[in-house]
């Protein structure tokens, strides 16, 4: 009985797998409809606020950038390392936060924190992390590290910033 | 002797190089405006008379030289207006309700409308970003800066502000589950709703003219591209396919095609797409950074942020493929008469009239305001 009740279960979860891919599969207005770049992300966990009490920062130094730049810079992917070891063995669910400095129009800086948050994500993918276990988001130009202007606080701004869930 | 007379003929055109705006007699029609009569006359001819002066389309002269007068009366709320030819002759007579600035708005649209057959901008809405309270909020107001309401009290982020063209609905970025999401709020009732809250970062929603669609960008997908959904936030089609950063969406005025920003290929582009999706066709603007678009309602001109050295207001001509830099600031957004925009710069929101380059700040005092959107 209760290995039918498990095979029963074992369907469900299948069917239900496989009905979720093609309803995702049915948003896409491409031909193709896979994707181009980029891992989906996961749901998110409720409640996991990167600034609020259950995400701790600061426990990982951030990844810094270029302007208008989404590359991970060689210096900058050897702070990955550190990050993948630690929560590959923690499994804990990582948030990556994307920010700008704040030269530049609001909704692009948006865009481009986003993207350096999932540029971090793919890299940290890439060395064995599990896509399903980081998040990411984007502040753009908001909640600056260094809120000077000049070219220094500008660099300190350009990051991405690690946040582990509790 | 024939090089003196080619002195004389430069000479003028010298001396005037440094007048940036030149507004031909030709342009404005001279309109004669009498102090509208009744409780609230001379409140609502103040309202009346700024709306007729930004709308660039009028001179107000004597009655003598004028090709129209104006007149009426107001009170409780409601205005009489009179528009009348130097012959007596009516050509506008009507009632207006709803309080005196919004009936003086009406009838400085329907004269517009009346006069040039152009839509006017009197009675339209602006939303925006300000930093007032110490935190970003979003904020209403009439487009000439009068009624401020704060919408939001958030305390957390709140931006990316979208007016829905009829102006009873709001969309906008808020950060209060830590992620960035969409809100929709009914102006009318307060009712608010987040209503796209996928995985990553949800921004920079647009309505689509008829206002039930709109577009934006989601991450969810592992890169911010576009898609669009229903206004409920339903059913959402992905639109771009890059490895870039799509951005700010603006619709075509039948609403089948999309021009957005995109850093696929360097730095940010525009680009347009079918609102069914399909590839993205570049617009070329001698720009190497353009972001945050504007389609102008009658579909002929295009307006963006544009950088070199500074970032500045850009106006491209579909038609011609003229691109012209107009000011200095960020974020435009055209009005209903395709002739207006509103940009951000600083600490002050600035309508600025296409047509001969006038600017004149409409809201100010507000800390940093910035992404204006405007209904129509």
């Known amino acids: 009985?209760?290995?039918?009740?498990?095979?029963?279960?074992?369907?469900?979860?299948?069917?239900?797998?496989?009905?979720?891919?093609?309803?995702?599969?049915?948003?896409?207005?491409?031909?193709?409809?896979?994707?181009?770049?980029?891992?989906?992300?996961?749901?998110?966990?409720?409640?996991?606020?990167?600034?609020?009490?259950?995400?701790?920062?600061?426990?990982?130094?951030?990844?810094?950038?270029?302007?208008?730049?989404?590359?991970?810079?060689?210096?900058?992917?050897?702070?990955?390392?550190?990050?993948?070891?630690?929560?590959?063995?923690?499994?804990?669910?990582?948030?990556?936060?994307?920010?700008?400095?704040?030269?530049?129009?609001?909704?692009?800086?948006?865009?481009?924190?986003?993207?350096?948050?999932?540029?971090?994500?793919?890299?940290?993918?890439?060395?064995?992390?599990?896509?399903g276990n980081i998040q990411t988001v984007s502040f753009g130009e908001e909640m600056p590290a260094d809120p000077g202007s000049g070219d220094a606080a500008y660099a300190m701004n350009r990051r991405a910033e690690f946040g582990v869930v509790k | 002797m024939k090089r003196l007379v080619a002195f004389l003929l430069i000479l003028p055109a010298v001396l005037f190089a440094q007048e940036t705006i030149t507004i031909r007699k030709g342009d404005t029609t001279s309109v004669a405006l009498k102090t509208l009569g009744g409780a609230e006359g001379a409140a609502a001819t103040k309202v009346l008379q700024n709306d007729l002066d930004l709308s660039g389309w009028f001179s107000i002269t004597p009655p003598e030289r004028a090709t129209y007068l104006i007149g009426g009366s107001a009170s409780g709320g409601s205005l009489e207006g009179q528009v009348t030819d130097p012959r007596g002759g009516v050509v506008l007579r009507k009632t207006y309700s709803g309080g005196l600035r919004a009936a003086a708005h009406k009838f400085a649209d329907d004269i517009v409308a009346t006069v040039t057959g152009q839509k006017g901008i009197a009675n339209t809405k602006i939303a925006f970003v300000s930093t007032r309270t110490g935190r970003k909020e979003i904020y209403t107001a009439d487009y000439d800066g009068a009624n401020l309401k704060q919408i939001t009290s958030d305390g957390s982020i709140s931006v990316a502000p979208a007016l829905s063209p009829d102006g009873s609905k709001l969309a906008y970025t808020g950060y209060q589950s830590g992620y960035a999401d969409i809100y929709f709020v009914d102006l009318a009732s307060g009712a608010r709703n987040r209503i796209v809250k996928f995985p990553g970062t949800n921004s920079g929603a647009s309505f689509s003219p008829d206002g039930g669609r709109i577009a934006c960008s989601l991450s969810k997908d592992g890169n911010p591209e576009l898609y669009v959904m229903g206004a409920n936030g339903g059913g959402a089609r992905r639109l771009t396919k890059t490895k870039g950063v799509e951005s700010s969406p603006t619709w075509s005025p039948d609403g089948s095609q999309i021009i957005y920003s995109s850093d696929d290929r360097g730095g940010p582009q525009l680009y347009k797409i079918s609102a069914g999706g399909g590839s993205g066709e570049p617009i070329s603007t001698g720009y190497a950074y353009c972001t945050e678009p504007s389609w102008s309602p009658d579909g002929k001109k295009l307006a963006f942020t544009a950088r070199s050295g500074g970032f500045s207001i850009a106006v491209k001509d579909l038609r011609s493929g003229a691109t012209n830099s107009l000011a200095s600031g960020e974020d435009p957004v055209f009005g209903a008469n395709s002739r207006h925009v509103i940009f951000s710069s600083g600490s002050s929101l600035v309508l600025l009239d296409t047509q001969n380059g006038r600017q004149i700040p409409v809201v100010t005092g507000l800390g940093k305001v910035s992404e204006p959107t405007w209904s129509r």
């Open chain 1, 1 to 131: 009985m209760k290995k039918l009740l498990t095979l029963g279960l074992a369907i469900f979860v299948i069917a239900a797998f496989d009905s979720c891919k093609k309803k995702e599969g049915d948003q896409f207005a491409g031909v193709d409809g896979d994707y181009v770049s980029g891992t989906p992300l996961p749901d998110r966990i409720d409640g996991a606020n990167f600034f609020g009490g259950n995400v701790v920062r600061g426990q990982f130094s951030p990844v810094y950038f270029g302007y208008d730049s989404i590359t991970v810079s060689d210096s900058e992917l050897m702070k990955l390392e550190q990050v993948a070891s630690a929560v590959k063995s923690s499994r804990k669910t990582l948030i990556i936060a994307g920010f700008t400095d704040d030269r530049g129009t609001e909704e692009y800086n948006r865009g481009l924190g986003e993207k350096r948050a999932q540029a971090v994500r793919d890299a940290l993918i890439s060395m064995g992390l599990s896509g």
